[in-house]
């Protein structure tokens, strides 16, 4: 069956940084768009970066457009996000989605504080 499962997810300080992890299988991740979604206490989730199958086009939230950056490796069905100068508007539990399939992973929770 279809897993997503994301993993990264820590408690920083402000201006430090993360990358996040979503271990794929049970589909061609290297044919799937993917996309990382994140979700803060009491809101609804945002799209925060997108990733078209071979990587060549991606798209991002206005909040983090210039310090996260989306990747894939396709050789082992791994998606990414690189999350640099973050801040407490960052704090949520980030998913990782793959929406052609209405997969979505179980989130791995990222909290910026000092």
């Known amino acids: 069956q279809v897993q997503l499962v994301e993993s990264g997810g820590a408690l920083v300080q402000p201006g430090e940084s993360l990358r996040l992890s979503c271990a794929t299988s049970?589909?061609?991740?290297?044919?799937?768009?993917m996309n990382w979604y994140r979700q803060g206490l009491g809101k609804g989730r945002e799209l925060v970066a997108a990733i078209t199958s071979n990587g060549s086009d991606t798209v991002y939230a206005d909040s983090v457009k210039g310090r996260f950056s989306i990747s894939r490796d396709n050789a082992n069905n791994v998606l990414y996000l690189q999350m640099n100068s973050l801040n407490s508007e960052d704090t949520a539990v980030y998913y990782c989605?793959?929406?052609?399939?209405?997969?979505w992973g179980q989130g791995t929770r990222v909290v910026v504080s000092s």
């Open positions: 049970g589909f061609t991740f290297s044919s799937a768009a």
């Open positions: 989605n793959a929406p052609k399939l209405g997969a």
